[in-house]
């Protein structure tokens, strides 16, 4: 699972990664949870053009009764994806790209919760592999959302969580967003753990709150006895 990840490059940097002009301002973030704003990159159906704009976390159907139902539906699990009814045809016609820099994830020690942040190597921009949709309530509101695909963790995550979002390399991201495939299968092929090289360091507890939102939740501490590291 996906529940808490960090973006905390300008719209510059993020610009540039991804080839996409951003509609609007984005302000670095260290502790997006969901229901919140993301940065979704999505291709022009028409136009060889990306745009990147912000999307609420947490996929609402268009055919939804309430939008509260996006609480729910934050992941989507790669294996079952294309059989469910809320994002069947989102991964056909509407995957997108989410940014982050890092995502978090929770190991339990004991009666504790261990935050950990995992990276790439280099500490760059990456992109989650997503779905989006719009709904629209009898009011006229509009709610554009999106959710993060998962996957079974590489050998880095799973001694902390045995799940982990979908990381797409760079060269992924043309087939990924282009319109044009409509095929199921070619699509999930794409969803497999992540195989490039990473970093994994535990963070304070901080992060556990929703409204810490600062450099500081993505620090490194330590915390383990020495002789004890929890990553080889």
Request: charged content about 25%; some cysteine; proline content about 8%.
């Amino acid at each position: 699972m996906c529940g808490r990840f960090r973006l905390a490059r300008s719209k510059q940097i993020l610009e540039e990664h991804f080839g996409a002009e951003m509609e609007g301002a984005w302000e670095p973030r260290y502790n997006v949870a969901p229901a919140q704003p993301v940065v979704a990159v999505r291709q022009h159906a028409t136009e060889p053009r990306r745009w990147a704009a912000a999307l609420r976390w947490g996929l609402v159907p268009s055919w939804a009764s309430d939008p509260s139902v996006g609480y729910k539906m934050i992941n989507a699990r790669a294996e079952t994806v294309a059989e469910r009814p809320a994002f069947g045809e989102a991964l056909l016609r509407r995957r997108c790209l989410i940014a982050a820099d890092g995502f978090y994830e929770w190991k339990k020690q004991g009666r504790a919760k261990l935050p950990y942040c995992f990276t790439l190597a280099d500490g760059g921009v990456f992109a989650f592999a997503g779905l989006w949709d719009r709904w629209r309530s009898p009011e006229g509101q509009t709610v554009e959302s999106c959710t993060i695909l998962t996957t079974a963790a590489n050998e880095l995550v799973a001694p902390v969580h045995e799940r982990m979002p979908v990381i797409l390399p760079p060269d992924a991201y043309e087939l990924w967003l282009d319109p044009g495939m409509q095929r199921a299968e070619a699509v999930r092929e794409m969803l497999r753990p992540f195989a490039g090289p990473m970093r994994a360091y535990e963070v304070s507890t901080r992060v556990n709150a929703v409204q810490n939102d600062d450099a500081a939740c993505a620090e490194p501490v330590e915390r383990r006895p020495a002789g004890l590291p929890l990553f080889d």
